[in-house]
């Protein structure tokens, strides 16, 4: 179709344009960036959860344009902002010895995972949080933190899953599918 032709060529000038005018940053400008994506996926989990509590998982309409997490119209694509900006706001955040609000981004994100009702982008957000958490916890001392992180981790993800599937409870049938 010419108007499909015509958007993804839009999209590849955009694209374009985009990763030459990073390549023009140069590399220490582009680590400059990385507070403003994680505000920006910061934002989006907030407005993804206020807009579950106020609509559940029907979605908002903006300005005609249906929104089921936050801005976006799809789940996925929503869950995949948020899972792929974990680690770099756990790598972000320890660098700069904020371990606490490390973990509270790793929680909200979680828990903007399952309340979208992405499945997949929910076990992708427990294993990034998971592999985040070894990196937080890697070589010091609190191990029993991280302990007790990945069991709420855990928790979050089983109740969260439970939830998906309409269920007080997780059969096993239901955990492998």
């Not at 993804?8 to 960036?33: D, M, Q, V």
């Not at 929104?67 to 320890?94: C, D, K, Q």
């Not at 990034?128 to 029993?144: K, N, Q, T």
């Not at 990945?150 to 955990?175: F, H, N, P, S």
Request: charged letters at 10%; aromatic letters at 12%.
């Amino acid at each position: 179709a010419p108007g499909r032709t015509f958007d993804s060529l839009l999209w590849i000038a955009a694209l374009t344009l985009y990763a030459a005018a990073l390549w023009r940053l140069g590399a220490a400008r582009i680590k400059e960036l990385v507070p403003f994506v994680l505000v920006g996926a910061l934002l989006n989990m907030i407005l993804a959860l206020m807009t579950f509590a106020a609509a559940g998982t029907e979605g908002l309409n903006f300005f005609g344009y249906d929104a089921h997490a936050a801005v976006f119209a799809n789940r996925n694509h929503f869950g995949t902002l948020v899972f792929s900006t974990m680690l770099l706001a756990i790598h972000y955040l320890l660098k700069r010895g904020y371990l606490v609000f490390a973990v509270i981004y790793c929680v909200l994100a979680l828990t903007a995972l399952f309340a979208t009702a992405s499945r997949a982008a929910a076990l992708l957000g427990v294993a990034v949080a998971l592999l985040g958490g070894g990196m937080m916890f890697i070589g010091r001392r609190s191990l029993r933190l991280g302990g007790g992180i990945a069991i709420i981790v855990l928790t979050l993800a089983y109740l969260g899953l439970a939830r998906q599937y309409g269920a007080e409870t997780l059969a096993l049938d239901q955990l492998r599918l």
